[in-house]
């Protein structure tokens, strides 16, 4: 039997959009990068964004609350009491249940680095009244995409871009993993674009899902920087004249090919990769409301078969309009904790050797010994954070809109999650952003990663299991929407 209709995947709803500029004050604590050899933001290379949208069901009254709200922005985590904090805002000032609001990150490692433990360091005394500001824009921007409401189409399509690549390098010459591009293992490349139309057919905004840490300013860097998202979005918005909002894949181990520098027009080169890419799979979307079909044959100089687009069915718009979902967790067993006395110690010991070594005028080795140091305050920032028990209760949202299934996680997992998600659900483009919440966990990394010495190991408290453990949760959760 020949195929004779195709699909377009569309959701039918009501959609609002705000975006705020979150983008810190010059001179705020910065450092990220363990390597890195300043504190203080010395300027701006792009600003930073919030984008806040609202989605509500088709038919609801104007001033009806929405369905759930989404937030993202370009930091690179915040901690929890800071992550439920945001939440709160959100929830109070647009009237929705803190069980659905979620939040994500770009993750840049530019944007400046504003957990506790900081605000004692040179830049850190402007890190709490920039959360404060942080949190009246987040409220601000939730009302405004509240406000604007309005029935909207959103239309899906898949494009690819290489600018990311394995990031799980095998050094032979020394026996060891490092952490940079991998040009022997391959690397997720799916750009996957939603393009939001209204009700008179004009776009409205263009939303891009894309994995790749955001690294490719390092520790040479000292201007807060959204990394190559902020160029990405000026691309985009400077072609088709409405907001962009990128949304941050599973990105554990894949980053840029081009990366680890303090270049910003590198980094803005790698934005621009991905969203020209975005702006072919824009092209490639047929107009709202309508599928793919077979028209039939046309007798020419060969007899030639005709397809063209057709308005959806009646059964095909009932189908699209579709909102459902909710916020999940699922319990994941948790390693060995380290000692944090033996992390305290070593933090002071290797804050002592980055003062004899500097001293001293080595500053590769105090830089070195700084990077440890970093590691260690790492470790006990994250031990503050966990809950007592064997297991983490790491969270996790599905909400399916129309054809479409939204998805969102917390922690840093391998690529290996939308990839093996995509290809358990392939009749529905699935928009998957992790980095939402549960920054202590650091990584999920798949079970036969564990062992072998990369890096993403090291910070992270999940056992061997907890990657495939959340990949069943979600796939049970997307199923239920989807039967």
């Known amino acids: ?237 400077q072609a088709t004249g409405v907001t962009s909002v990128f949304l941050q894949g599973a990105c554990g181990d894949l980053g840029p090919r081009h990366g680890f520098v303090g270049d910003t027009a590198v980094a803005d080169s790698n934005g621009r990769q991905v969203g020209f890419a975005a702006l072919s799979a824009l092209e490639s979307i047929d107009p709202p409301l309508s599928d793919f079909a077979y028209t039939g044959p046309v007798v020419s100089g060969a007899t030639l078969g005709t397809w063209a687009p057709t308005p959806l069915s009646d059964a095909r718009l009932a189908a699209t309009a579709t909102l459902a979902g909710a916020c999940h967790h699922v319990d994941l067993p948790i390693r060995e904790r380290p000692d944090r006395a033996q992390l305290e110690r070593d933090l002071a010991e290797w804050n002592a050797k980055s003062d004899a070594a500097a001293a001293q005028g080595d500053l590769q080795a105090a830089g070195d010994a700084r990077a440890y140091a970093e590691r260690a305050r790492r470790w006990i920032a994250r031990l503050d954070d966990l809950p007592p028990g064997d297991t983490f209760p790491v969270q996790f949202s599905v909400h399916r809109l129309g054809d479409a299934i939204w998805i969102s996680c917390g922690g840093e997992p391998y690529n290996l999650l939308q990839v093996d998600l995509r290809r358990r659900f392939p009749n529905h483009p699935l928009l998957i952003s992790p980095i939402s919440g549960d920054l202590q966990v650091a990584y999920l990394l798949p079970q036969d990663r564990y062992g072998k010495g990369l890096y993403q190991e090291e910070p992270s408290i999940l056992a061997p299991g907890c990657l495939e453990g959340l990949i069943e949760a979600i796939s049970a959760q997307v199923e239920a929407l989807v039967r």
């Open 1 to 237: 039997m020949s195929t004779t209709h195709l699909n377009n995947p569309t959701s039918r709803l009501r959609f609002g959009l705000a975006r705020m500029n979150i983008t810190p004050p010059v001179g705020i604590y910065h450092r990220l990068w363990g390597a890195a050899r300043h504190d203080r933001a010395t300027g701006v290379h792009r600003p930073l964004t919030c984008e806040v949208m609202a989605f509500g069901a088709l038919g609801d009254a104007p001033g009806t609350p929405p369905h759930h709200l989404r937030a993202v922005l370009d930091l690179p985590g915040l901690v929890e009491a800071q992550h439920e904090e945001l939440v709160r805002v959100l929830a109070e000032s647009c009237g929705v249940p803190h069980s659905q609001v979620v939040i994500s990150f770009s993750h840049t490692h530019s944007s400046g680095w504003f957990v506790p433990d900081r605000f004692n360091l040179p830049g850190g005394e402007l890190i709490p009244g920039y959360l404060r500001d942080l949190n009246e824009k987040g409220r601000q921007a939730g009302e405004q995409a509240v406000a604007a409401m309005q029935e909207v189409s959103i239309s899906y399509a898949k494009g690819q871009s290489n600018m990311a690549g394995n990031r799980d390098y095998w050094d032979a010459e020394r026996g060891l993993y490092a952490c940079g591009f991998n040009p022997d293992a391959p690397a997720d490349d799916t750009v996957m674009v939603a393009r939001v139309t209204n009700a008179a057919g004009e776009l409205a905004a263009v939303i891009v899902n894309y994995a790749c840490h955001p690294t490719t300013l390092a520790w040479d860097n000292s201007l807060i920087s959204p990394d190559y998202v902020g160029a990405l979005r000026e691309t985009v918005e």
